[in-house]
C-alpha cells in the first residue's frame, strides 16, 4: 500500500501518518515489524513532518545551483565551437604542393608523368573546391589535397624506382664492358 497522503495532517510525523510500504518494512499505521524498531518511533516523533529546512540545507542547494548558469555558458560555447566555420585546409594544399616540388626534383615527370598529373589536378580542384567556400566544400578541399599529396608521393616513389632501375642497367652494362675488356687482355 502506498504512502497515504490522505492521513497527512500538520504536527504529525511520518510513522504516525500511517506510512506503509517497503521503506517502512511492512508497517501498517505507525505500528513496526521489527520489535527493536520501537525506539526509532520514538526518535522519527520528534521530527515533524511539515518543518522547514534548516539554514544550512538551503545554503547548500544554493551552493549546489550556483554554477548551473556558468554550465549553459559553457554548454552553449561547446556547442556554437562545433558548428563554427571549418578552416581552410591551407596545410594539406602546402603539404601536397611541396610533395609535388619534391617529386618534380626526383625527375618524376619523366618516369611518372601519369601520377604527377593526376597528383596537380587533384591539387588543382582542391584549391578550387577551398575558394568555394563552406563547410562540405572544404571538407573535400581537404580530402583532394591528401589525395594529391598521396598521388605525388607515388610519383616520387616511382621516380626514385625507375631511376634505381636505369642506374642498376647502367652499372650491369658497365660490368660487362669491363668483363669483356679483361677478357680480351686475358687472351
Known sequence: M???????????TSLEQGCTGPHTGGAARGRLAVPKARGMLRAFRRIPVDS???RSRQDHSMRRHRFAPLARVAAAVTLAA???TMAPPTNEIANADLAIKRAEQASASQYAPLE???AREKLDQSRDQAQ???KARLIQARRLAEESLV???LAEAVANNERAKANK???E???ESLRDGMDGEQK
Do not use: D, H, S, V
Open 52 to 54: 522547514e529546512p534548516t
Open 2 to 12: 502506498p504512502f497515504n497522503r490522505a492521513a497527512q495532517r500538520p504536527g504529525r
Open 173 to 175: 652494362k658497365t660490368i
Open 82 to 84: 562545433g558548428c563554427a
Open 151 to 153: 598521388q605525388a608521393q
Open 169 to 171: 642497367a647502367e652499372a
Open 132 to 134: 568555394a567556400g563552406g
Open 116 to 118: 604527377m598529373q593526376l
